[in-house]
C-alpha cells in the first residue's frame, strides 16, 4: 500500500524542539517534492514548508523561518520537520505530503498525505 506514515509530535514547552518525520512505504520518495502543512483550530491547512523534487531546493513560510528544517533522507525513504524555539501559536495539527514533481504546487496538487500529528506549545 502506498502511503505515508508520520510519527513525532506531541506536546512541548515554549521555546522547545520538536521533530516530526513522514516515512514513505509502497513507493520511493525520488523525484517527489515534499511538504510540511499545518492546521490549526479554526484556521484553513497552510504550506509551511518545501522541498524540490530534483533539487535541495527549499521554501519556508515567514511564519516559520529560521526555526524550522525541513529534510529528507533518501536512502531511508524519510522526510522530516525539525522545529526549533516552538511557540504557542506554532499549536496545530501537522501533515506532510508529497507530489511526484520538481517543486511543490497548490495544496491540491499533492499525491499522497501524511495521517497528521498534532503539535501543541503550551507551558
Known amino acids: 500500500q502506498e502511503q505515508l506514515v508520520q510519527s513525532g509530535g506531541g506536546l512541548v514547552q515554549p521555546g522547545g524542539s520538536l521533530r516530526l518525520s513522514c516515512a514513505a512505504s509502497?513507493?520511493?520518495?525520488?523525484?517527489?517534492?515534499l511538504a510540511w502543512f499545518r492546521q490549526a483550530p479554526g484556521k484553513e491547512r497552510e504550506g509551511i514548508s518545501c522541498?524540490?523534487?530534483?533539487?535541495?531546493?527549499?521554501n519556508y513560510s515567514e511564519s516559520v523561518k529560521g526555526r524550522f528544517t525541513i529534510d529528507r533522507d533518501f536512502i531511508k525513504n524519510t522526510m522530516y520537520l525539525q522545529m526549533n524555539n516552538l511557540k504557542p501559536e506554532d499549536t496545530a495539527v501537522y501533515y506532510c505530503?508529497?507530489?511526484?514533481?520538481?517543486?511543490?504546487?497548490?495544496?491540491?496538487?499533492?499525491?499522497?498525505w501524511g495521517q497528521g500529528t498534532q503539535v501543541t506549545v503550551s507551558s
Open positions: 505530503a508529497a507530489v511526484y514533481a520538481s517543486w511543490c504546487g497548490s495544496h491540491d496538487d499533492y499525491d499522497y
Open positions: 509502497g513507493f520511493s520518495l525520488n523525484y517527489y517534492a
Open positions: 522541498i524540490g523534487g530534483s533539487s535541495d531546493r527549499t
